[in-house]
């Protein structure tokens, strides 16, 4: 499957934008889906999933109340909506697929190419 993430730009404290991750060769109900963020100088990090199987989603602590993954299968797309953006929510976002929910990045087998999310204060 082949990963194409898009949606990312400069956007002000507070502020809200939706990322996108369209699919292509495979179908995203195929897989479990996730989004990992990479800041400046830090390690990449997980942010949230959602489950292949039942939907269910699972999101870091630091993004909960503000974050929500979501699939359409229809469309072959996921999304991060984020809310109430914070200026450490600075980073290059990924989306990956892979056989089962996981927080650990090298548990994917398939990676987006990255979308830069900048929130300026």
């Known amino acids: 499957v082949q990963l194409q993430a898009s949606g990312g730009g400069l956007v002000q404290a507070g502020g809200s934008l939706r990322l996108s991750c369209a699919a292509s060769g495979r179908a995203v109900s195929n897989f479990d889906m996730a989004w990992f963020r990479q800041g400046p100088g830090k390690e990449r990090e997980f942010v949230a999933a959602i489950s292949r199987t039942d939907g269910i989603t699972y999101s870091k602590d630091s993004g909960k109340g503000r974050f929500t993954i979501a699939r359409d299968n229809a469309k072959n797309t996921v999304y991060l909506q984020m809310n109430s953006l914070k200026p450490e929510d600075t980073a290059v976002y990924y989306c990956?697929?892979?056989?089962?929910?996981?927080?650990?990045?090298?548990?994917?087998?398939?990676w987006g190419q990255g979308t830069l999310v900048t929130v300026s204060s």
């Open positions: 990956a697929a892979g056989p089962s929910v996981a927080v650990k990045a090298s548990d994917y087998d398939y």
